[in-house]
């Protein structure tokens, strides 16, 4: 299964705040005890500009770089070349949108580019078909609760 993967949810929020909660507070709602480079304990920091880094920082200080910016319009939209512990030449890309809708805002996750993992592809993308819905599982349970900036 090398086809992109989409993914949909429409949360309780102002586009500008799910923008937020997805970036600025992601360390509140990323499930790190199933989905981390660095373990549970670590700390996640999400840039706030075009060719940032998105960060995971264990508690000795370690670090380990998941993805940078290839696009970002706050409120609206974020590219990442998507690499969490494995080489930055390997990275995938992962685009999601907001969209204020009557109910809140849709968001619209999608992650492809899964070719350029070759013989490992199949069994990347096809993790990631469960692995997206727990992460996005885990962020819908916190839009629950308005982000206030």
């Keep these: 299964m090398n086809d992109p993967i989409h993914k949909s949810l429409t949360v309780p929020l ?3 705040e799910a923008f937020a909660l997805f970036t600025d507070d992601i360390d509140t709602w990323w499930p790190k005890a199933s989905h981390s480079v660095k373990g549970e304990r670590s700390k996640l920091t999400f840039p706030t ?3 940032g880094e998105i960060i995971e920082t264990d508690e000795d200080g ?5 993805g940078k910016l290839i696009a970002y319009d706050p409120g609206k939209y974020l590219a990442i070349s998507w690499f969490p512990g494995r080489n930055e030449k390997d990275a995938t890309v992962v685009t999601v949108t907001f969209t204020q809708t009557a109910d809140g805002t849709l968001c619209e996750l999608t992650h492809g580019g899964f070719d350029i ?6 069994a990347v993308s096809t993790s990631y ?3 997206w819905d ?3 599982g885990c962020y819908a349970s916190a839009a629950k609760i308005p ?3």
Excluded at 117 to 122: I, K, N
């Design 134 to 136: 727990m992460v996005l």
């Design 14 to 16: 102002t586009a500008a």
């Design 62 to 66: 370690e670090t380990a770089v998941w």
């Design 117 to 122: 993992l070759g013989d490992t592809a199949d």
């Design 129 to 131: 078909l469960k692995g």
């Design 147 to 149: 982000v206030h900036a």
């Design 49 to 51: 500009h075009k060719g």
